[in-house]
């Protein structure tokens, strides 16, 4: 299983992103897909994930600004960033959930680099 992470970039203060994940299998197949970020010196943190039936769940951090969608066609999993501060730079990383016989797997990308100015 593989998950290509790209869409980052640099953007001031106030603007958009888009990152996308596709990933190399249906993302039917997994219980809930995501997005982490991580700052330089800082642990990896959850920014928001959507699960199999499509529920949604947000840091409250990013809630109201972020919007984390798939496209199940596309086996791509989407976060829309709005209103950007300079606090949501980091390096996101998209991740997905899987069972098999009572056992978790998780996989990730290999991040993709947001840069927020002021």
């Known amino acids: 299983v593989q998950l290509q992470a790209s869409g980052g970039g640099s953007v001031q203060a106030g603007g958009s992103l888009r990152l996308s994940c596709e990933t190399s299998?249906?993302?039917?197949?997994?219980?809930?897909l995501g997005w982490y970020r991580q700052a330089p010196g800082k642990q990896r943190d959850l920014v928001a994930t959507?699960?199999?039936?499509?529920?949604?769940d947000y840091a409250d951090s990013v809630a109201g600004r972020f919007t984390i969608s798939r496209a199940n066609a596309k086996n791509t999993v989407y976060l829309q960033m709005n209103s950007l501060e300079p606090e949501d730079s980091a390096v996101y990383y998209c991740?997905?959930?899987?069972?098999?016989?009572?056992?978790?797997?998780?996989?990730w990308g290999q991040g993709t680099l947001v840069t927020v100015s002021s």
């Open positions: 991740h997905a959930e899987d069972w098999n016989s009572s056992v978790r797997k998780d996989y």
């Open positions: 299998v249906s993302i039917r197949s997994f219980y809930a």
């Open positions: 959507v699960s199999k039936g499509g529920n949604t």
